[in-house]
């Protein structure tokens, strides 16, 4: 069989096992005064609260998206045309802690390990970028921002979340930390302020019910169709200005042109440019202090097509990140 090249071959990719060849740290390594102070913290997250009828589907996702982005690991400090400039800048210390210890038996564990590793994150002052997983994973993530919002005038969090449905059951065959409950677990919480949901299209687990009481919170719903009607711009002017804001994307809020890889594909979907773009709206007005990406099943990938357009909205909001980090003076940037 022939050998096929593809760019890392040609442009010196590393031999890595880390998201972008970036270096490899734990949890503990950050509290080491021996080490440089951490800007951005990658996570991997396989598996928080699977639903017994479907196990943990996304549970391969965060390797999968590394394995893609090796390609690029040569490349972390080249013209990312997309950010203007590299994707991580000089001076900006970007880790990755691997994967959190999981076991599909033991939701509640693995709620608690992946909320502890996303708050020594904070704690150390850094910023946490998670790969999940199915979307149950950003519950514990977005918990974790508690005794950071104490420790800031900045107030409750915003949270802009990417993803085909709501997420608002408040249970599934009693369980109330699944992947269909995310937003109603994370609205409850007093620490979560005004919440964004982008993205909407065709039929999910919420019945009427469960969209009035997502209304009644406040929730600002932005359908797929009003995306690609209006324009990100248009969603983008009912962002706020200033404060904290955590990014969630479901894969899912993606079309299958683009994220083929998904349990439930739907047709209308976001483009790759206008995540993209509702990353830069997020970034430009408020500071991005958190991002995860979930529900890619690579099982289900086409040509790695998934797996790279995962790990591209990723790196692009490390990029963004890592550039308000350079320059907190000048506000959002």
């Known amino acids: 069989m022939a050998h096929v090249a593809d760019l890392g071959t040609m442009f010196g990719a590393l031999s890595a096992t880390t998201f972008l060849g970036l270096e490899a740290r734990t949890v503990a390594d950050l509290a080491r005064t021996d080490l440089s102070p951490v800007d951005i913290a990658i996570i991997g997250a396989p598996c928080a609260t699977p639903y017994p009828v479907v196990g943990p589907y996304c549970s391969a996702a965060p390797q999968a998206i590394r394995r893609s982005s090796w390609t690029y690991s040569s490349s972390v400090h ?15 210390v970007a880790v990755d802690l691997g994967d959190v210890e999981w076991d599909a038996d033991e939701p509640e564990a693995n709620r608690d390990r992946i909320r502890a590793a996303c708050v020594a994150v904070l704690a150390a002052g850094a910023v946490p970028v998670v790969l999940g997983g199915d979307d149950s994973i950003p519950i514990p993530v977005i918990q974790a ?5 104490a420790a800031t005038a900045a107030g409750p969090i915003t949270i802009v979340q990417i993803d085909a449905h709501i997420d608002w059951r408040d249970e599934v065959n009693g369980e109330r930390w699944g992947l269909s409950s ?20 065709g039929a999910g687990s919420a019945r009427p019910s469960d969209a009035q009481a997502a209304l009644d919170r406040g929730v600002h719903f932005v ?9 990100v711009d248009a969603i983008a002017a009912q962002l706020p200005v200033g404060g904290s804001t955590f990014v969630t994307i479901d894969v899912d809020g993606l079309d299958p042109a683009v994220m ?41 990938d086409v040509n790695g097509l998934g797996a790279l357009t995962a790990f591209r909205l990723t790196a692009h909001a490390i990029g963004r990140i890592a550039r308000q980090r350079k320059a907190p003076s000048t506000g959002a940037g």
Do not use: C, K, W
């Open 182 to 201: 995310t937003m109603r677990r994370s609205s409850e919480l007093a620490h979560v302020g005004e919440m964004f949901q982008i993205g909407r299209r």
């Open 145 to 149: 921002y508690e005794a950071f919002v």
């Open 223 to 231: 359908s797929a169709h009003d995306v690609h009607r209006h324009g």
């Open 78 to 92: 080249h013209m990312n045309f997309d950010l203007g400039g590299a994707t991580v800048p000089e001076g900006i």
């Open 260 to 300: 083929p890889g998904v349990i439930g594909p739907e047709p209308g979907g976001l483009t790759y440019f206008q995540a993209i773009e509702i990353i830069d709206a997020v970034a430009d007005r408020s500071r991005l202090v958190g991002f995860d990406v979930v529900e890619f099943v690579p099982d289900r």
